[in-house]
């Protein structure tokens, strides 16, 4: 098991493409995506420019799978000029 959280800083005046996008984003890997077990993102509650991406996955080759897909190049495409930079995307390890 595998698990991650994706943090996306959006420029002033983009939050709101960038949230339609990761929800779009999250419909598309529920459908599609078999080994993702997560895949919720967050806004938070006191600044609309940072949208947290909580992601798990059975095996950390699902991750990688995940990346190439099209609809996460599709994604990042879309955010690429919303962002203020990569996202920040901190790795877990389960405990069970």
Avoid: W
């Amino acid at each position: 098991m595998i698990g991650l959280v994706a943090v996306l800083k959006t420029k002033p005046g983009m939050e709101e493409k960038v949230a339609r996008a990761a929800v779009k984003m999250a419909e598309a890997v529920r459908k599609e995506e078999k080994e993702c077990l997560l895949y919720d993102p967050f806004v938070v509650a006191d600044n609309p420019s940072e949208v947290y991406i909580l992601e798990k996955y059975t095996r950390a080759e699902a991750l990688d799978e995940h990346r190439k897909l099209p609809h996460y190049l599709a994604f990042r495409e879309e955010i690429k000029d919303a962002i203020t930079g990569p996202p920040q995307v901190t790795m877990l390890k389960s405990l069970e």
